[in-house]
Structures are given as structure tokens and as C-alpha cells.
């Protein structure tokens, strides 16, 4: 049996208080140890940049159905490489150590393990685009991606337009973007020798 709270004002000023916490939570800096042990705790997931946190905002069904989309798309492609497909809750850490990202999917050939919470490389990143995180992983997380050594795509996924921007790195290490919709069938991922249907992953 769980207990009620019977006086409102206690229940306010408790709800509050926990408000304010979170709040200097948030305006604090941070060491990386400081931010993995925080995040371990917490029941809510915060990206980490220059030692502030950033809490994440909820996403909606659609862009949840289609990371999960995806997934399954590239999944068996990628377990026949040996390689790894994470969504939403592994951390990314970029190089530096300065940055933690929460990609909604990524791809990396690290081996997985049960007392292993953060990656810290990517062959393959991808994130589905939203009203609130759109500038952002359009612009600065492009730009924080482009630091690990071993990425050659960043996927931005437009669930509105039904639309999937792929930027590429070449072997001259200088980027690319080209713009898919379901017209042209297919994404190819020539590099990693992958390949998704554009109409399945917007079902």
C-alpha cells in the first residue's frame, strides 16, 4: 500500500524543493566522473557539454517509431559486420571527453558489455528531427559528430517532410550532404555496405 500525502501545502512545497534541486543540478559544472555517476542515478537523461547538463526532452511516437524503423532496417546488416546498432540510451562520448551525446541511433564496431555505459566511437549517427532539437542537431551536433575520427555518415531524419538528409564523409576526410525522399527508393551506405528502404522507414 502506498502512502497519500494528505496536506497539499506539504506536498507543494516538497514538489518545489525537488524543482529547486533540479535546478541547481542543471547549473552546475560538472566533472565527467561527476556526470556518469549523476546519470547513472537519474530518471531523466542529460546530455553533457563543457561540464553543464542538458536535460533531454521527451520524444514523440513518431520519431520513436521511426528510429525504431531503423533499427530493424539495419540491424541484421550490421550484426553480420560484427559491428553495433544503439538507440536513445547509450551515451556517446566525443573526443576531448568534454561532450556526451545521447544519439537516437547509432553505429559503432566497440564491443558491448553489461558494465559498459558509454561509447566513444561511431561509424554511423543518426537523429530524428524535432521541433525543439531541430537547430541543434542540424547545426551543433553536426558539428560536435564531425570530431570522431571514425564517422563516416550523420543521417538527420525529417518525420514531417518524409525526408532524410545523409552527410558523408569522403576518404579526403571532407563532407557531403545529399537530400532523399521516397522517390529515390534507397539510401545507400556505400562505405559501410549498407542500405535502407526510405518508404520502410517512415511507416
Known sequence: MFAVEKNPNRFCLL??????????????????????????????????INGKLIEMPGESTT????ALNIALL??????EKSWRLFRHDVKLKLPGGKVYFYPDLFITQEES????????????????LSGSTRHFD?????LQYRQIPELRYYLLVEPSKRLITLCEKDDNGEWSTELFDEKDGLVSLKYLGLEMNISAVFE
Do not use: C, G, P, W
Open 15 to 48: 514538489l518545489a524543493k525537488e524543482q529547486v534541486m533540479q535546478k541547481e543540478v542543471l547549473e552546475k559544472v560538472m566533472t565527467e566522473e561527476e556526470y556518469i555517476a549523476y546519470e547513472m542515478a537519474s530518471e531523466v537523461r542529460h546530455e553533457y
Open 138 to 142: 542540424m547545426f551543433d551536433k553536426y
Open 63 to 66: 520519431n520513436n517509431e521511426i
Open 113 to 128: 558489455s553489461t558494465t559498459k555505459f558509454v561509447v566513444e566511437s561511431a561509424l554511423l549517427v543518426a537523429e530524428i
Open 74 to 79: 539495419l540491424k541484421k546488416q550490421v550484426k
